[in-house]
């Protein structure tokens, strides 16, 4: 679809998954994703445009996952910057280490630096240390980029990054520097919509809601984890956690945190600790270890009279 740089083509189809206990090159554990159609279309079309993903949906319905999906199908390295409160922008692109060029000066004026460490001084881009986004744009081959939370910093943070997203270029203020992307990278940016995102960001971005999969995805999803657990076990924790999140989005609506899948995930990593049998007694009109589930005060109390009514 998209020709790359070594006329490679770039398209992503969603089908190419790890192997369980598969690492990536940064020795994170890899995990199967599997995206609906209109999420593989989404990602095709950011690659082909050269213009980054913006994804929102529900905390837990795998937004940061697929830069690792992508990355592993495309075969290209993953740099993944997780936005904090106190993010700058600039973060995202290099650091600039004034406080060790000071005290190296500091060091040389006393004798105690080799010529090398000296010749260093004198060099501001050896106090450059690139992050990132800023390592991708330096890349022959393209690099999966993942911005995670966008939302969690600054409200000037998305607007400070444009030229940077739009141009894909920026300058190391302190060396002078100009730095372009050799080979765009592919840019997914995850919100959970704590914020609003100004409008002139958005322009620049392609955006796609991930929506929380469908109860026979879960099994998917479920199954390719736990590849050797019990159909019956899968299907009734399914239905279990599947009647809970209904009856959540029943009491709140679309606001407000509802189970999602990597609690899912948890929760059935701990029913699979027991046999079987023991396993779907648990289940047996139940939600057992419901704090695994359920993180809210008002959920616990909701669902203990729930219960309790049912009895």
């Not at 740089?5 to 770039?10: D, E, I, N």
């Not at 300058?171 to 765009?184: L, P, S, Y």
């Not at 289940?283 to 109390?301: C, F, N, Q, S, T």
Request: with cysteine.
């Amino acid at each position: 679809m998209v020709q790359a740089v070594g006329g490679k083509l770039l398209e992503y189809t969603g089908k190419v998954q790890p192997q369980l206990g598969e690492r990536g090159a940064n020795g994170q554990l890899l995990y199967p994703y599997f995206p609906n159609p209109e999420l593989v279309e989404a990602v095709n079309l950011a690659i082909y445009l050269e213009r980054p993903l913006l994804l929102k949906g529900e905390p837990g319905c795998g937004k940061t996952l697929l830069a690792s999906a992508v990355a592993y199908e495309l075969d290209l390295k993953l740099e993944a910057w997780y936005v904090k409160s106190t993010s700058r922008a600039r973060d995202g692109l290099y650091i600039y280490d004034a406080v060790g060029r000071l005290r190296d000066a500091q060091l040389a004026t006393s004798s105690r630096l080799t010529p090398e460490q000296i010749l260093r001084i004198d060099d501001p881009t050896s106090y450059v240390r690139w992050e990132p986004l800023g390592r991708a744009f330096q890349q022959q081959q393209r690099r999966v980029v993942l911005i995670d939370e966008i939302d969690k910093a600054d409200i000037d943070f998305p607007n400070d990054l444009l030229l940077e997203l739009d141009q894909k270029r920026f300058f190391v203020e302190e060396t002078g520097q100009k730095i372009e992307a050799k080979a765009a990278p592919i840019v997914l940016i995850t919100s959970n919509d704590e914020k609003d995102l100004p409008d002139a960001f958005l322009r620049r971005c392609l955006f796609h809601y991930v929506e929380f999969p469908s109860r026979e995805r879960l099994i998917e999803i479920v199954n390719a984890l736990f590849p050797t657990s019990p159909e019956a076990l899968v299907k009734q924790a399914i239905d279990s956690f599947w009647r809970l999140r209904e009856k959540m989005q029943e009491d709140k609506g679309e606001a407000g945190k509802k189970v999602s899948t990597s609690e899912l995930i948890d929760w059935f990593r701990v029913l699979r600790r027991y046999p079987e049998d023991e396993a779907l007694a648990k289940l047996d009109g139940k939600i057992p270890y419901a704090g695994v589930l359920l993180k809210r005060w008002d959920d616990h109390l909701r669902y203990l009279r729930q219960s309790r009514g049912r009895e």
